[in-house]
């Protein structure tokens, strides 16, 4: 599975890691991703979610019912 957060859509930032010899290699910055349970009474069931962080303040803030009618109308399987 990818690292990708199913409400947010937050991926994997790329850039380069530079040493004190000023050398650069590449490397990512990986988001903060946790995979969550809610239970969704619109569903009558619980929903496992890969969330990151912010995804889950989002959660919070708009409420479980309308994140999961977003992800159901966007085709997102659960």
Not at 34 to 41: E, K, L
Not at 51 to 78: E, M, N, P, W
């Amino acid at each position: 599975m990818s690292a990708v957060c199913q409400v947010t859509g937050r991926k994997p930032g790329y850039g380069k890691q530079v040493s004190h010899s000023h050398r650069r290699s590449s490397r990512r910055w990986e988001p903060n991703l946790q995979t969550r349970r809610y239970h969704v009474p619109s569903l009558g069931r619980t929903v496992r979610l890969k969330v990151s962080a912010k995804g889950i303040k989002t959660i919070d803030k708009r409420g479980i019912d309308a994140v999961v009618a977003d992800l159901v109308a966007k085709g997102v399987k659960f």
